[in-house]
Nanobody
Framework: QVQLVESGGGLVQAGGSLKLSCAAS????????MAWFRQPPGKEREFVAF????????YYSDSVKGRFTISRDSAKNTIYLQMNILKPEDTAVYYC??????????????????WGQGTQVTVSS
């Protein structure tokens, strides 16, 4: 059974940093794009960042560009989200996701077929 398990969430003050991890088990996601989404309280799930199989093909939402960095360690079947200069509006449950096919590369939730259970990130002001 394919599983994605996030870790690294927590409570941090505004201006601080956190690093999220997402470990895949069950199969390797070699050749698949991976992404991070988040769901703020009372709002819909929104795109944060994706990274293609080629590490150069990453893309960020405007709200996190310049503050967050997505990366992957294919040998460990793990992706990361380094979050710096955190703001209260970054408070959300963060989810990692794997593309439905090797051709998947985009920002829509429907493009991703495997999801983790989420990890809570809370940024206090």
């Amino acid at each position: 059974q394919v599983q994605l398990v996030e870790s690294g969430g927590g409570l941090v003050q505004a201006g601080g940093s956190l690093k999220l991890s997402c470990a895949a088990s069950g199969r390797a996601f070699t050749g698949y794009a991976m992404a991070w989404f988040r769901q703020p309280p009372g709002k819909e799930r929104e795109f944060v960042a994706f990274i293609g199989w080629n590490p150069g093909s990453s893309y960020y939402s405007d709200s996190v560009k310049g503050r967050f960095t997505i990366s992957r360690d294919s040998a460990k079947n793990t992706i990361y989200l380094q979050m710096n200069i955190l703001k209260p509006e970054d408070t959300a449950v963060y989810y990692c996701a794997a593309g439905r096919s090797p051709q998947t590369l985009g920002t829509g939730t429907s493009l991703y077929g495997t999801w983790g259970q989420g990890t809570q990130v809370t940024v206090s002001s």
